[in-house]
């Protein structure tokens, strides 16, 4: 009797875990495994290996140091329970401060299209993955405010979903002048575990479907999950992008197809970093 009691209490743990890892499956944001730098609170990497870069990633040989920043929501996330959305959440309140620590100090927000020609003495990019609806509520209001510009990188085929922009936000915002649209598939999948065919197709799908939306050129990529490779990066060049961002660390820029960002938390240890790192 306590040898079945026994592996009964066994069987029963194992089912209990179980569910807690399915229950946070289900609940996996796009983003949730991009980072290198992991600020106070986020999550740590599991398998780091899967976001270094390809054996035989090159750089074009040019290089300048520009910052480029990476944010996924700018909101209060009202369900404490979905601890990854907390990880990938700024609070607006932290947004602003971030954004008045840059002007203060002298950085200037600058587009993806001006990455090699800038002018501005301490540029830096802001970045937005996925196209959640509260860089509509919550981020635009404070860029404007600021007059600072951002790049969204946004699922073509998410517009409308809950919690994604709407067709009428992304329009509003493509007509502003602070706001380059740039594509991040047309279904967020992870392009070099699927075939050529499919990566294609979501590559070449995500600028036609926003091109035909809002009359205008996308020039930006970003890669889901920060993962690509060389046949990943060939078919962004081929499909007409200008730039691709990644999720590798660091703020010099060498390859316009595998530009490294910075991600940010509720904190200000990403700006002092970066004036510490430059000496300002």
């Not at 209490?9 to 949730?32: E, H, K, N, S, Y």
């Not at 607006?92 to 008045?100: A, D, G, I, N, V």
């Not at 509520?137 to 979903?161: C, E, G, H, W």
């Amino acid at each position: 009797m306590f040898v079945k009691q026994k592996f009964f209490l066994i069987g029963a743990a194992i089912g209990v875990v179980l569910i807690i890892l399915a229950f946070g499956l289900r609940r996996t944001q796009p983003d949730q495994l991009v980072s290198f730098y992991t600020p106070p609170g986020a999550l740590k990497i599991v398998n780091p290996k899967m976001f270094l870069p390809p054996k035989d990633f090159q750089t074009s040989g040019k290089s300048v140091k520009i910052p480029i920043l990476m944010y996924h929501y700018v909101e209060y996330n009202k369900d404490l329970k979905d601890t990854i959305r907390t990880s990938l959440s700024v609070a607006p309140h932290w947004f602003e401060k971030q954004l008045l620590e840059l002007k203060s100090q002298g950085y200037e927000t600058i587009s993806l299209d001006e990455l090699f020609t800038t002018h501005a003495k301490k540029p830096i990019i802001l970045t937005f993955d996925d196209g959640y609806r509260d860089f509509y509520t919550d981020a635009y209001p404070l860029l404007k405010k600021y007059n600072m510009k951002a790049t969204i990188y946004v699922i073509s085929q998410f517009l409308n979903r809950p919690n994604y922009l709407t067709i009428d936000q992304l329009k509003e915002l493509a007509a502003s002048p602070l706001i380059t649209v740039g594509a991040h598939t047309q279904h967020h999948v992870s392009l070099p575990n699927v075939s050529l065919n499919e990566a294609k197709i979501e590559i070449f799908g995500s600028k036609t479907d926003l091109e035909k939306l809002l009359g205008i050129k996308i020039n930006q990529f970003a890669y889901p999950y920060g993962r690509f490779n060389t046949a990943v990066e060939e078919l962004v060049k081929e499909a007409g992008f200008q730039t691709a961002v990644t999720t590798l660390p660091g703020d010099t820029q060498s390859n316009l197809f595998a530009l490294t960002r910075i991600r940010v938390g509720n904190s200000l240890l990403v700006t002092h970093k970066l004036f510490s790192e430059n000496g300002r």
